[in-house]
């Protein structure tokens, strides 16, 4: 189960900070990140962060955006400055855990939103 949080209201240029909880079958989590959908269009990839800690960004976000994972509690961050109003959406944190028997699973959170007021 993820659980995310943080999304809320702030102005062009401001920043906010989203946090997701893994909890359950977490000790094979590969993979997390957070990804965002606005109305119409398809979910996008925003980061993502490996065990190792490797990251990868959509250009978009690039030099704004920072992910940041605590493997201990099994949380991810996304710390998102010099927000635009092309920002504002929902976003979803991901996670790709390993099932025993099954393979890797993609699993999603409830989706926080994200509004940025110009």
């Known amino acids: 189960q993820l659980q995310a949080s943080g999304g809320g209201l702030v102005q062009a240029g401001g920043s906010l900070r989203l946090s997701c909880a893994a909890s359950?079958?977490?000790?094979?989590?590969?993979?997390m990140g957070w990804y965002r959908q606005a109305p119409g269009k398809q979910r996008e990839l925003v980061a993502t962060i490996t065990n190792d800690g490797s990251t990868n960004y959509a250009d978009s976000v690039k030099g704004r955006f920072t992910i940041s994972r605590d493997n201990a509690n099994n949380m991810v961050y996304l710390q998102m400055n010099n927000l635009k109003s092309d920002d504002s959406t929902i976003y979803y944190c991901n996670a790709v855990i390993y099932i025993q028997y099954v393979g890797l699973r993609n699993f999603w959170g409830q989706g926080t939103l994200v509004t940025v007021s110009s």
């Open positions: 359950g079958s977490t000790s094979q989590i590969n993979r």
